[in-house]
């Protein structure tokens, strides 16, 4: 089917077609309309046009309501206060909209944009023989849900997970695995994530105190770091190890976090190493670069040290290896030249803010980044403990990402079970539920918070099942879904000739906003706000089945249908709502 225009798209266009007839010498004008707590709508719009056109500002809003033509859309509109129109729509055009939606399928009547363009995602950031922990999270949830939404738009999207996967501590790894070659073998040829974690953390530790006591051993980790940068056979295959290892841990970290990534996706660092030199000699050659005390230098009038001094992004240092801006810029070259992105957006910690402005324009200097090729850092905020501080061990270690999903898992599972005798739940679907509940909490509360604040990490308010928290949400699908289970033969049937009650009113407006709030969110790059409409009309569906018997046998059966219709369409907006946020919804709860 076709895309469904919202109410208010159709509201605006008739607005704006009735102030050009009513006020020709206006020109093109927006009625700015919004939501309004006096009627369904109010346009603003009118104010603006009476100080441009010297008139009366209410005489100007009467011409424009005389102008508009009769249809089944407005049930009334006034002149309110200095020219403002107050509108309320039909409910029959409400009704007749929310079915337009409701049989498009699972898009909704959201429009896909066949004419958007290709974006690569840069998320997901772990490194190579390094355990993730709860600063990786972010990054992954959120360019998930990222990559989600903008696809259902119409987005082509390439992920792209870029690992740290080439330095100079592999230099240190891979001779220790040259001198103890046994150190990654384990039996039987198969080796789950924490097994392979456990192994590389054990060669890492043994390395590093090598490293520290014996400085021959020290002297061959240089030289390996020279033959891994040079191409050594034996050198790469035994870095291929550290990577494929590392594999193992991450797929089975992402798996917990209900989150597909595949080898395609992942272009680490080491994907750019044979571009480094040719960006570095454009740069030069072209005069973006220039040489600095022996490194290769960009400089800003904006970027100052504390002594007023231009800080340089460093490309190339002074002993000829290369800095972490050299790969990026790389990066940026691959994907705009090659992959063809119109956009890439980057899930990066705020910290790193400055980095990538000084990227970004370096790129633009060079050309790679244009009007046609835009780049943007998601930038997002730190992930808290309950003090407010950063979020560590009582230890005062970083939390692992898999204690932390454990953990939520654990807690989600016992709220399920403690609830799972009154609708019958099996082991196995307290077991599975109390997975995406757990995962979802955790997703829930990351994506909830806009990206660029911190949060608290509070599993015991995640996992709440009031509040603004993903319980809530997955408690009110599985709600609507019992209820639509003991409906028997009555089916959700929209009845556009039926008077709506208050409260049908407020969350069918509710439910035609999804495609916009899709569309802002997509634009802006702000996952947080699905999840504040998604709370919103669960929060509203709850007044609704508090205030409006679906069931009762008071009721007409088309009251009943049409009930059930709004019941349907929620729960059908809310699992496609979640989905885009990565989190399932289950049938039973």
Known sequence: ??????????????????????????????????????????ANGILALAKKLKGNPRELAAKVTDALPASDLIKEIEVSGPGFLNVTLTDRAITGTLAARAADGDRLGVPANGAAG???????????????????????????????????????????????????????LIQYLVEHPHELDH?????????????????????????????????????????????????????????????????????????????????????????????????????????????????????????????PLIVKKTNGGYGYAATDLSAIRDRVQNLKADALLYVVDVRQSLHFKMVF?????????????????????????????????????????????????????????????????SEQEIVENGRYV?????????????????????????????????????????????????????RPVAHPELELAPAERTLGLHLDQFGEVLAEVAAQYEPHKLAAYLYQLASLYTTFYDQCHVLSEDNPSEVVENRLFLCDLTARTLHRGMALLGIRTPERL
């Not at 849900?145 to 230099?171: C, K, N, P, Y």
């Not at 898992?409 to 079970?417: D, G, I, L, Q």
Request: aromatic share 8%.
């Open 1 to 42: 089917m076709a895309s469904v225009n919202s109410l208010a798209s159709t509201l605006q266009q008739q607005l704006a077609d009735a102030l050009t007839a009513a006020l020709p010498d206006a020109g093109t004008a927006d009625p700015l309309l919004r939501r309004s707590d006096r009627a369904d709508f109010q």
């Open 118 to 172: 290709t974006t690569v995602i840069d998320y997901a950031q772990p490194n190579v023989a390094k355990e993730m922990h709860v600063g990786h999270l972010r990054s992954a949830v959120i360019g998930d849900a990222m990559v989600r939404i903008l696809e259902f738009t119409g987005e082509s999207v390439v992920r792209r997970h870029h690992i740290g996967d080439w330095g100079t501590q592999f230099g240190m």
């Open 187 to 311: 039996e039987g040829g198969q080796e789950d994530g924490e097994a392979a974690m456990s192994s590389l953390n054990r060669l890492y530790k043994a390395s590093r105190a090598l490293f520290d006591s014996d400085e021959e051993f020290k002297a061959r980790s240089r030289d390996r770091v020279v033959a891994l940068q040079a191409g050594d056979a034996e050198t790469l295959a035994m870095w291929q190890r550290f990577v494929d290892e590392s594999k193992i841990y991450f797929y089975s970290v992402f798996d917990k976090l209900d989150m597909e990534i595949s080898d395609p996706d992942i272009v680490g660092e080491s994907g750019y190493n044979d571009m480094l030199e040719e960006t570095c000699r454009i740069l030069e050659e072209t005069g973006v670069a220039v040489r600095s005390e022996g490194a290769l230098c960009v400089f800003f009038d904006d970027v100052l040290g504390p002594d007023g001094n231009k800080v």
């Open 361 to 425: 324009e370096t790129a633009r200097r060079a050309g790679w980044l244009n009007e046609g090729v835009k780049a943007h850092q998601l930038a997002f905020g730190t992930v808290l403990g309950k003090d407010g501080k950063p979020f560590k061990t009582r230890e005062g270690v970083t939390v692992r990402l898999e204690d932390l999903l454990d953990e939520a898992v654990e807690r989600a599972t016992a709220v399920v079970r403690e609830k799972a005798g009154k609708v019958g739940l």
């Open 438 to 490: 757990g995962v979802g909490a955790v997703k829930y509360a990351d994506l909830s918070t806009s990206a660029v604040r911190d949060y608290k990490f509070d599993l015991d308010q995640m996992v709440s099942l009031s509040g603004d928290t993903s319980v809530y949400l997955q408690y009110a699908y599985a709600r609507i879904q019992s209820i639509l289970r003991k409906a028997g033969d009555a």
